[in-house]
């Protein structure tokens, strides 16, 4: 017989009844859990006064989120369009949206602003980001409540960034289906005030880290829109299809047996693939294939394994296909290197300038692996591509990660519960290598730019991070 307490430790804690009603008399057990008491109590004990996050005296003057209504999405080419990112999406460095809504005064309060701070308030709740430039562009869901700040928005981040933070956030979920938090939950979150001088530091340092975000995807922009014109590729959307009954009212194809190719399901012959490869036959110099050994070294789908997982510090950082592209990937996991070297070593291990591509569940997000995800580990859900060098890394990366890539990608998609792809299909990915070599040789630069911002970008919000545990959270 197994004695459940061998199996799970039971965590309790006493509560005053003063701490209930300053808790908006909460009842449930997770608002007073032992983790959060304690980060509460570290901040309200600290060196320096704490004031309530959200309150007449705190630093957020208004907190909100946007109201729900129904939502009519359009093509990306209506004239009026805007993407609309969803509470996950907010997190990734450079956004794609897939849906777009019209940009009209019914979706007003589902703009944000510069320097507000976004956090997550159902599903997964308490993950963080900062308005920039380039959110700034996008609609975001309900999901994410609006702080307003009154000063120092980079403060806030940070803090909400930090696990002492994120956790008594958290303690403020309620919800027995969904999950989730309100706005006025935040008038019992408390934030340490420290002097000016500290405040602004860490504001700063994450106001330039945003910054740099914003540049690197300028960089990447504008060397996604040098390869488009090289190639002369009209948008994705206006391609000419090759169909059977333009007129019918679903897209209908002709294939020829000896195109088959061993594939009988249509989304692997789809047209717009064709377009896409005729248009690089026409326009680049060469059309080879990922797999050619002048475009990659060795392209890696990892095998499955049972994991064995480790605290923080005490193994390899571990993230999902979900995570690649943020810049420092929330709820990482952490990886045994006693249980899993060879496998790390060997399959798992990410090194600068690969570009990773996800294979199972959602496929064909890419990501440029930047210096700060050095020897970090991936699951087998994500192909690695081992640049064949530094001169075609970031020019390999730019073409997978553009509309036409994407497209190129996914038509290889197979399995009829969860979607898929593998490394051969990878290798066989069409690749352009261009005419004007000079141009080529810039937008592999531009792209290796944009990485090396990343970096930077990453070095400066681990140290707002670092001042805010140390001298602000934990400071003696």
């Known amino acids: 017989m197994v004695n459940f307490h061998d199996r799970c430790e039971i965590k309790w804690c006493s509560v005053n009844l003063s701490d209930v009603f300053s808790r908006g008399k909460r009842l449930e057990a997770s608002v007073f859990d032992v983790e959060a008491k304690k980060a509460h109590d570290t901040i309200v004990k600290g060196k320096y006064e704490a004031v309530n996050l959200y309150s007449d ?25 805007i993407g609309f990112l969803g509470s996950s999406e907010m997190l990734d460095v450079r956004p794609s949206p897939v849906k777009f809504m019209v940009n009209d005064n019914k979706v007003d309060d589902l703009h944000v602003k510069l320097g507000n701070v976004l956090l997550s308030r159902s599903g997964t709740i308490g993950n963080v980001t900062f308005v920039g430039e380039t959110l700034s562009k996008y609609l975001i869901s309900e999901h994410a409540i609006r702080l307003e700040c009154r000063e120092f928005p ?13 956790t008594i956030v958290c303690s403020n979920i309620y919800g027995a289906v969904i999950e989730q938090i309100e706005p006025e939950h935040l008038s019992t979150v408390p934030i340490p005030n420290p002097p000016n001088g500290i405040k602004s530091k860490i504001n700063d340092l994450i106001a330039k880290s ?14 996604t829109k040098l390869l488009i014109d090289e190639l002369k590729l009209p948008p994705i959307e206006k391609l000419e299809l090759d169909l059977y009954d333009p007129k019918a009212s679903v897209e209908t194809y002709s294939i020829k047996l000896s195109n088959l190719k061993g594939r009988i399901d249509g989304s692997y012959h789809v047209p717009v693939v064709q377009a896409i490869i005729a248009c690089l036959k026409a326009n680049a110099a060469e059309v080879t294939n990922v797999g050619d050994e002048t475009i990659s070294k060795d ?18 950082v571990f993230i999902g296909g979900k995570q690649i592209g943020e810049l420092d990937p929330t709820n990482k996991k952490y990886l045994s290197i006693k249980k899993h070297g060879d496998r790390i070593s060997k399959q798992l291990e990410l090194h600068e300038n690969m570009t990773l591509i996800t294979c199972s569940g959602t496929i064909g997000k890419v990501a440029l692996v930047g210096k700060h995800w050095e020897k970090w580990t991936a699951n087998q859900h994500i192909i690695r591509v081992v640049p064949a060098s530094i001169d075609i890394a970031g020019y390999l990366n730019i073409f997978l990660a553009s509309d036409y890539g994407h497209a190129l990608i996914t038509h290889y998609t197979y399995g009829s519960v969860v979607d898929e792809i593998d490394d051969n299909h990878v290798r066989d990915i069409p690749f352009p290598l261009l005419k004007n070599k000079a141009t080529q040789n810039k937008i592999n630069e531009m792209a290796l730019e944009a ?11 681990q140290e707002a991070l670092r ?10």
Do not use: Q
Request: glycine fraction near 8%.
């Open 57 to 81: 005296n705190g630093f957020v003057a208004n907190a909100h989120y946007g109201s729900r209504l129904k939502r009519n999405y359009v093509s990306k080419l209506n004239d009026k369009a």
């Open 154 to 166: 980079g403060y806030v981040y940070a803090y909400l960034k930090t696990k002492t933070g994120k």
């Open 210 to 223: 945003f910054a740099l975000r914003d540049e690197s995807n300028k960089l990447i922009d504008n060397a």
């Open 299 to 316: 392209i890696i789908l990892p095998g499955r394994f049972k994991r064995v997982y480790v605290d923080e510090g005490f193994g390899r």
């Open 451 to 461: 990485n090396k911002k990343r970096y930077e970008a990453y070095l400066a919000e």
């Open 467 to 476: 001042i805010m545990n140390e001298e602000v959270i934990f400071a003696k």
